[in-house]
């Protein structure tokens, strides 16, 4: 690039010198101070870059890159101002500030997020990830909230149960623990017409608004919330499907961050944070750390 903006300049001592007779003032004197100039701007980008470089190596260990499901409301989502937010979401924010971390919320796609994790774009998956099933996949803090697998159906349906759902067509999000529930009780499956599977719960619900599914799969949690915020004419049956419990997954062999942000997070239960969060999102503490 130096040599080109060089020889740009060295161009313009010719032009210039062959207009000299017509004009004022010196060609040559204007000709070397663009080049200089030129190449002091040159100079200046490559310091900056380096720079940024160096600032960029630096920080490596002082973020905290959290990968989310951008449409899972309530634990993460974009608001009406498009902005990231969340239970979980907030959760993450002040165990960072905490700990005295850049905290970064990343949104991935779900099903591939273990190659998130892999390759070290996200720090770690906090989005109402389920340890149950999951065990040896991650390392994984503590438990901090329970959480079931149900079905949602229209009020207007009919189905009532579990049995109700033979012949129906069920929809569950791709890589979700629902769909490792359902795939774990191929009893219950042999007696759907179909079960699908969907990138996202909004779209779920809109399949199941327009009448092209009968039922969806999906955790408790974000069930009630969707419900309540689409003012939806939709229930929950009684009958779960599973149990499971929701935890904060890193890289195996990362347990320096997860300890961190254990202690974060047991901090935050015993001076009433955790607590806090949890009611302002779901109107009562739902967290399990500390009790």
């Not at 254990?262 to 109107?283: N, P, V």
Request: hydrophobic fraction near 45%; proline fraction near 1%.
């Amino acid at each position: 690039m130096k040599k080109r903006i060089v020889g740009i300049a060295m161009a313009a001592v010719v032009v210039a010198a062959s207009l000299a007779g017509c004009g004022g003032g010196s060609a040559e004197t204007k000709a070397a101070t663009g080049t200089a100039a030129a190449e002091a701007d040159t100079s200046a980008a490559e310091r900056d870059t380096a720079a940024a470089s160096e600032t960029a190596a630096a920080g490596g260990g002082e973020t905290l890159i959290v990968g989310f499901d951008a449409d899972f409301p309530p634990m993460g989502f974009m608001d009406s101002d498009g902005a990231y937010t969340g239970f979980d979401l907030e959760l993450a924010q002040e165990a960072a500030k905490r700990l005295g971390l850049e905290y970064v919320a990343q949104p991935i796609s779900w099903d591939a997020k273990d190659m998130e994790l892999e390759t070290g774009n996200i720090d770690c998956i906090w989005n109402g990830f389920t340890i149950t099933g999951r065990e040896d996949d991650y390392e994984w803090t503590e438990a901090y909230m329970a959480n079931t697998q149900v079905f949602v159906v229209a009020r207007d349906s009919g189905i009532k149960s579990q049995a109700d759902l033979a012949g129906k067509v069920v929809e569950c999000q791709v890589d979700s623990s629902a769909e490792a529930a359902l795939k774990a009780a191929p009893e219950l499956t042999a007696t759907f017409k179909e079960l699908l599977t969907t990138a996202d719960y909004n779209s779920a619900f809109m399949d199941l608004e327009q009448g092209a599914v009968d039922a969806i799969a999906m955790d408790v949690i974000v069930a009630g919330y969707q419900i309540q915020q689409r003012n939806a004419d939709m229930v929950i049956l009684e009958d779960s499907l599973s149990a499971e419990e929701y935890g904060v997954g890193f890289k195996k062999g990362n347990t320096e961050l997860r300890d961190k942000v254990q202690a974060a997070l047991e901090e935050m239960a015993a001076d009433g944070t955790l607590k806090a969060i949890s009611e302002k999102w779901f109107g009562e503490d739902v967290t399990t750390i500390g009790r």
